[in-house]
C-alpha cells in the first residue's frame, strides 16, 4: 500500500503559479509511475503529468497532456519520496481538484498509461481566478 498527501493548492490569479507537493509513505517509493491528475466539477477527470519515480529514467518520460505542455513541470525527489508539480502562467481552465496518484511497482521499460495507478491521495484544490 502507498498512502500519498498532496499539499500546495490555493487560489491565485490568472497568470500566476502554484507548486503542488504530494509525499508517498509506506510502500518503497521507487519504480512506479507517479502522476497528477485533475478533475473539474462536471468534467472527466484527466491525467495532467507523470513521471517514473526512482534514480533511474523510464516509463517513457514524463508525460504531460497538452493543454498544460510549457507551462507545468513534474519532478521528483527519489530521497524524500516526494512529487512536485510546478504550474506556471495558470489559467482559470485549469481550476481543478488535483491528485497525486501512483501505480504499483513495475519495469521502468514500458510508458505509463493513464490507467495504471491505483494509490491516489485526497486531493488538493487549484482555483484559478480570471
Known amino acids: 500500500q502507498v498512502q500519498l498527501v498532496e499539499s500546495g493548492g490555493g487560489s491565485v490569479q490568472a497568470g500566476g503559479s502554484l507548486r503542488l507537493s504530494c509525499a508517498a509513505s509506506?510502500?518503497?517509493?521507487?519504480?512506479?509511475?507517479m502522476g497528477w491528475f485533475r478533475q473539474a466539477p462536471g468534467k472527466e477527470r484527466e491525467r495532467v503529468a507523470s513521471?517514473?519515480?526512482?534514480?533511474?529514467?523510464?516509463?517513457?518520460?514524463?508525460y504531460y497532456a497538452d493543454s498544460v505542455k510549457g507551462r507545468f513541470t513534474i519532478s521528483q525527489d527519489a530521497a524524500k519520496n516526494m512529487v512536485y508539480l510546478q504550474m506556471n502562467s495558470l489559467k482559470p481552465e485549469d481550476t481543478a481538484m488535483y491528485y497525486c496518484?501512483?501505480?504499483?511497482?513495475?519495469?521502468?521499460?514500458?510508458?505509463?498509461?493513464?490507467?495504471?495507478?491505483?494509490?491516489w491521495g485526497q486531493g488538493t484544490q487549484v482555483t484559478v481566478s480570471s
Open positions: 496518484a501512483a501505480s504499483e511497482r513495475r519495469d521502468r521499460w514500458r510508458s505509463c498509461t493513464a490507467n495504471e495507478f491505483a494509490y
Open positions: 509506506g510502500s518503497p517509493y521507487s519504480s512506479r509511475c
Open positions: 513521471i517514473y519515480s526512482g534514480i533511474y529514467p523510464g516509463g517513457g518520460g514524463p
